[in-house]
Antibody, heavy 123, light 106 residues
Framework: QVKLQESGPGLVKPWETLSVTCTLSDGSIINNYWSWIRQSPGKAPEWIGYIHDSGNTEVYYRQTTNYNPSLESRATISVDRSKNQFSLKLTSLSGADTATYFC?????????WGLGTMVIVSS | EIVLTQSPDTLSLSPGERATLSCRASQSVHRFLAWYQQKPGQAPRLLIYDASTRAAGIPARFSGSGSGTAFTLTISSLEPEDFAVYYCQQRSNRFTFGQGTKLEIK
């Protein structure tokens, strides 16, 4: 069964850009919906966005993304097929972005999760 | 945005008792509702999806019901390992989570 592992910087300064990566093992990144979800201490999870890579090798293949409207202007999710990874970039960070960031697979629901990576935004 | 409201915020019960957790949606989510269990320091664990389908490996004491705007998660007889926080989540219109119900030992 596929396993997910997040990696992130731990500590980021305000106004900087956060980059976190999720690496898949024992599975393919093609033809699944991969999400980023975050959870601030003591709060409910918050969905950030997802990406779907169809694996089409033709010139006009398309990766589909969808984002939480509250984060859409700051979030970008991308896939690196060669590394079997997907990543999140979140710009213009503030203390409100301090959270544990999880990656997860979406099949009817979020059925497989990584362990999470804690990110603290502080100067 | 579809808002999910869970009740109660905290539920205090003893092992062996029956637990009933509620989730209400601000508009119909049809049956596109899931339930998760989360323990401290862990990721949420999927219990139920599409309102009533148990995820792989989930014990039969967990059951879900409902449709439209009102949903229920029932744990028929509480085991010590069931005391945790439970979240509902909808996928009818993007994805949102409820605020959670903490199930604690009485």
């Amino acid at each position: 069964q596929v396993k997910l592992q997040e990696s992130g910087p731990g500590l980021v300064k305000p106004w900087e850009t956060l980059s976190v990566t999720c690496t898949l093992s024992d599975g393919s990144i093609i033809n699944n919906y991969w999400s980023w979800i975050r959870q601030s201490p003591g709060k409910a999870p918050e969905w950030i966005g997802y990406i779907h890579d169809s694996g089409n090798t033709e010139v006009y293949y398309r990766q589909t993304t969808n984002y939480n409207p509250s984060l859409e202007s700051r979030a970008t999710i991308s896939v690196d097929r060669s590394k079997n990874q997907f990543s999140l970039k979140l710009t213009s960070l503030s203390g409100a972005d301090t959270a544990t960031y999880f990656c997860a697979r979406m099949v009817d629901a979020f059925d497989i999760w990584g362990l999470g990576t804690m990110v603290i935004v502080s100067s | 945005e579809i808002v999910l409201t869970q009740s109660p915020d905290t539920l205090s019960l003893s092992p062996g008792e029956r637990a009933t957790l509620s989730c209400r949606a601000s508009q119909s989510v049809h049956r596109f509702l899931a339930w998760y269990q989360q323990k401290p320091g862990q990721a949420p664990r999927l219990l139920i999806y599409d309102a009533s389908t148990r995820a792989a490996g989930i014990p039969a004491r967990f059951s879900g019901s409902g449709s439209g705007t009102a949903f229920t998660l029932t744990i028929s007889s509480l085991e010590p390992e069931d005391f945790a926080v439970y979240y509902c989540q909808q996928r009818s219109n993007r994805f949102t989570f409820g605020q959670g119900t903490k199930l604690e030992i009485k």
